[in-house]
């Protein structure tokens, strides 16, 4: 990969690095190959997340984008994405308790993107044990597949599987750690947690509107729409600006609950101490009641 990417970026003199935490080493032993480069530390978690106007103005000309796939955002300077690909040997007792948790269930796979490779290779040899899956799928960025039936997720973290379970069965296996996972209680506690904060949320008099400058999160044209739609119903509403969402940036305002616009992460995975939902589960509850109403 390596040896790719350095033929790749020979013509630019001036290059920056951007990687997620797995992948610093990598991001450093390129930055010693190319010379002229630097490296961006902040957490990155998805090319949602790109520095590529930053790079710009520090001098760069090109900006090399370790561990995800491009999704299509514009960019001031070239931008090359290198996903990266984990090649991890699966032990034939792992694929037995695999094969077991899966008992005569029809069921799909899905795998993030760095697992691709491993994903097949759980495939073929879930295969040679008389399983045959009905389908394959790579989850990338925000978006939860809606699949009937049992699901084998192929990856590291929880937000994906977790975010398929509140649909689907959900069976996760970690290559990287060979923990194996059923989901359901999970997901359950998490549909609990996420119903719990629509309620702190449907009854808090004034509500903060969170959006993120980050390029591929930010989405001021949907907090100022939610504002209006709050505003409709009676609350107070203000939006607040930030590049990563924290709570701690919000100490000190006098609002009850909060409206996430930005990665959709944050009201699932990180711990508030006031109710945050997702703006799309708000909009959800708005066309649904409309759709009743007509
Ligand atoms: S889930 Fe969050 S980090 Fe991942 S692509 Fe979406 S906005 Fe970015």
Redesign the pocket.
């Known amino acids: 990969m390596i040896d790719d990417i350095l033929k790749e970026v020979e013509k630019y003199r001036k290059i920056a690095i951007q990687a997620p935490d797995g992948l610093k080493r990598l991001a450093e032993e390129l930055a010693g190959k190319l010379g002229d480069a630097f490296i961006f530390t902040d957490p990155c ?5 790109i520095k590529d106007r930053e790079a710009k103005e520090l001098g760069a000309e090109v900006l090399i984008h370790l561990g995800h796939r491009d999704f299509g955002l514009e960019h001031c300077i070239p931008v090359l994405f290198y996903p990266y690909y984990y090649d991890i040997y699966v032990k034939d007792k792992d694929i037995e308790r695999i094969s077991e948790a899966i008992g005569d269930n029809a069921f799909s796979i899905c795998f993030s993107i760095n697992f691709e490779r491993v994903a097949h290779k759980i495939a073929s040899a879930l295969e040679s044990t008389g399983k045959k899956t009905s389908s394959m799928q790579c989850v990338l ?2 978006s939860f597949p809606s699949i009937e039936g049992m699901v084998l997720y192929i990856g590291d973290g929880s ?1 994906h599987p977790l975010g398929i379970a509140l649909k689907s069965s959900v069976l996760a296996f970690d290559p990287l750690t060979a923990e194996l996972k059923e989901m359901s209680a999970e997901g359950k506690a998490l549909d609990r947690k996420r119903r719990g904060n629509l309620l702190g949320v449907l009854s808090a008099e004034r509500i903060g509107i969170l959006v993120s400058t980050k390029r ?2 930010q989405r001021m044209k949907e907090a100022i729409e939610m504002k209006k739609m709050l505003e409709n119903k009676g609350k107070k509403a203000e939006i607040f600006v930030m590049d990563r969402i924290e709570e701690s940036s919000l100490t000190g305002y006098n609002v009850e609950a909060y409206v996430n616009t ?4 944050i009201a699932l995975d990180d711990e508030f101490e006031k109710p945050i939902v997702n703006y799309t589960d708000l909009v959800d509850i708005e066309r649904k009641m409309r759709d009743e109403q007509m």
């Open positions: 978690y998805g090319a949602c997340d960025g925000c937000f591929g999160q930005a990665c959709p992460r």
